[in-house]
């Protein structure tokens, strides 16, 4: 378990880096997606994927704002390179394989999957920013 955070702590960081993220947000870019990927991790065996991705990603997302109003930066650092670690590419690469082998059954329920857990982390997110909202306005 060590070695995946530490893994999806230099994931997001070095996304942040190819998103030219500010230098003074890696080390909180890191942070968000090491926290995403635990709470997926701690969430995946009792809810499943989609459920567990869509939580991580609106913890992402509350982590996200809070960063942003920490430090003065946009949301979207934080958030793109908060999801990283939850983002289904692996399984997108084998449904496109499963397609080329002619598999198209076991394609199309991978490919499903790759589109849920991908509608979970778009949800997810909008999510975290309406309450984001609501709280900012609730403040005012």
């Known amino acids: 378990?060590?070695?995946?955070?530490?893994?999806?702590?230099?994931?997001?960081?070095?996304?942040?880096?190819?998103?030219?993220?500010?230098?003074?947000?890696?080390?909180?870019?890191?942070?968000?997606?090491?926290?995403?990927?635990?709470?997926?991790?701690?969430?995946?065996?009792?809810?499943?994927?989609?459920?567990?991705?869509?939580?991580?990603?609106?913890i992402v997302g509350i982590i996200s704002i809070f960063f942003a109003r920490s430090f003065k930066l946009p949301v979207i650092i934080f958030s793109v390179g908060g999801i990283i670690p939850l983002v289904p590419g692996g399984l997108a690469y084998d449904a496109m394989r499963k397609f080329v082998e002619n598999d198209y059954i076991e394609a199309v329920e991978i490919a499903v999957e790759a589109l849920m857990l991908s509608g979970a982390i778009a949800a997810g997110l909008v999510l975290s920013e309406v309450l984001g909202q609501m709280f900012r306005r609730s403040g005012s």
């Open 1 to 58: 378990m060590l070695l995946q955070l530490v893994t999806s702590f230099i994931a997001a960081s070095t996304f942040c880096i190819l998103f030219n993220a500010p230098r003074r947000a890696l080390l909180q870019c890191g942070l968000a997606g090491m926290v995403g990927w635990i709470v997926y991790l701690q969430l995946d065996r009792q809810w499943g994927m989609v459920t567990a991705t869509f939580a991580a990603t609106l």
